[in-house]
């Protein structure tokens, strides 16, 4: 199926509002969204960090902070 918009005509507010409603159709089955292989690597190995004492947790502001600056 080929779609198109007219991206270029659209303002900021007209594309999120296309974003959040093909985000809301997807979330009503998120079982048909299959999470890739890496995903899993990733949480296995934050995981084993956590049960080796090896990992590091700053508390949600701080971390907000990080990543505005």
Known sequence: MDISLPLDKMTS??????MEKLWDDLC??????????????VL???????KEGKAKFI???QAKERIRD
């Open 13 to 18: 507010l007209d594309k999120i509002a296309v």
């Open 28 to 41: 009503r089955d998120p079982e048909g969204i299959p999470s890739p292989k890496w995903h899993e690597e």
């Open 44 to 50: 296995e190995a934050r995981q084993k960090g956590v």
């Open 59 to 61: 508390l949600f502001d």
